[in-house]
């Protein structure tokens, strides 16, 4: 998104015709593939993840009250995830880079302001009810994996967590700052 600000910056700067608009509509529409790539891998990720877990979980069946929570805890978390991103890919495909670039601008804000409210708690709930679900699980775990196996991963899975928590308050951060930079960008357009 950062890059179509700059690229919107640059050619407003220095369009004389024709020619940089199209230029500027063909780096906005590559841009746009990239965006909606990225979301499409998001949701490859997680539906591979959702599928091997609920494998695991119909091979091994789990029997105690606390090992079924976290399991439906466990794949909740990623139905809740993969619903949320698919709701991502279908409001951003409203954005049009070929529409007027205020009318780009405005729908390309109201995405990132929806994200916004994705990224903030509601983001780090599905990672807690996951870590929740996760050790609720593990409860029946020494039941199908070897003591140093259940050892590795109860050692991992914090880093784990830490990691991934790192991963998305850097992602967090990076939406954040093209939100507002859409927003000046938005306003200066309003301002002509």
Request: some cysteine; glycine content about 6%.
């Amino acid at each position: 998104m950062e890059d179509l600000i700059n690229q919107w910056k640059e050619d407003r700067q220095r369009m004389t015709g024709a020619g940089s608009a199209d230029e500027l509509i063909r780096t906005a529409r590559q841009q746009d593939r990239n965006i909606l790539n990225a979301h499409y891998g998001t949701l490859l990720i997680l539906c591979g993840t959702l599928i091997v877990l609920a494998l695991y979980f119909y091979n091994y069946r789990y029997a105690t009250a606390a090992g079924i929570t976290g399991m439906w805890l466990m794949l909740g978390g990623l139905v809740l995830r993969i619903f949320i991103e698919t709701i991502s890919v279908l409001q951003y495909q409203r954005v049009r880079p070929e529409e007027s670039l205020a009318h780009s601008t405005n729908r390309a804000l109201a995405f990132h302001r929806f994200r916004k409210r994705i990224h903030g708690p509601f983001t780090l709930g599905i990672v807690a009810l996951y870590v929740a679900g996760f050790y609720l699980a593990a409860t029946e775990f020494n039941r199908y994996l070897p003591t140093a196996l259940l050892a590795w991963i109860h050692f991992s899975f914090p880093v784990v967590v830490i990691v991934l928590v790192r991963v998305i308050r850097t992602g967090i951060r990076k939406e954040m700052e093209s939100l507002e930079q859409m927003m000046a960008l938005s306003k200066e357009i309003e301002g002509r």
